[in-house]
């Protein structure tokens, strides 16, 4: 759906623009289909953020701050992953890795449609270009966190 409501909207003229408006159709297009796997595996919005912070890959902080969640309803959700035998403590159980692996290979799945149109030079040279503007990104401190 949220690549829908962007794919409708017009093409920049601007390049920038363009290039903006390119990047976001396809982060839209990757995650409806990783809203599709985690809808799938039973995992809603806030089990999915939980088990995210389980990986150590994000900070759980940031996530509980950036996304307001209630805290009743947050220990909520924990408790009830880890009656699924998917957390122990605060850590994924082998389970939850395995689920959380499975739904990131379903996502990735999903998302290859995007590029099928790319061959495999062109497919390089996007990633190339991509580690530029995310090392760019990293470099200027714009994914810090801080409370």
């Known amino acids: ?19 903006w408006h390119a990047q976001t159709l396809l982060r839209e297009f990757r995650g409806d289909g990783h ?3 985690l809808t799938a595996e ?26 307001g969640w209630p805290e009743e309803e947050w220990a909520a959700a924990e408790e009830a992953l880890r009656g699924r035998g998917l957390l122990d403590g605060d850590e994924l159980t082998e389970e939850g890795g395995a689920l959380r692996q499975r739904i990131e290979d379903r996502t990735d ?15 390089a040279r996007l990633a190339e270009l991509a580690r530029i503007f995310g090392r760019a990104v990293v470099d200027a401190g714009l994914l810090t966190f801080s409370l």
């Open 1 to 19: 759906p949220l690549f829908a409501a962007h794919a409708a909207l017009p093409w920049p003229d601007d390049p920038l623009l363009e290039l």
């Open 35 to 37: 809203v599709a796997a």
């Open 42 to 67: 039973g995992i809603g919005g806030l089990d999915a953020l939980i088990l995210h912070g389980a990986t150590g890959q994000m900070p759980t902080v940031f996530l509980k701050v950036s996304r």
């Open 109 to 123: 799945e999903l998302a290859l449609p995007a590029y099928a149109a790319l061959s495999d030079d062109e497919l």
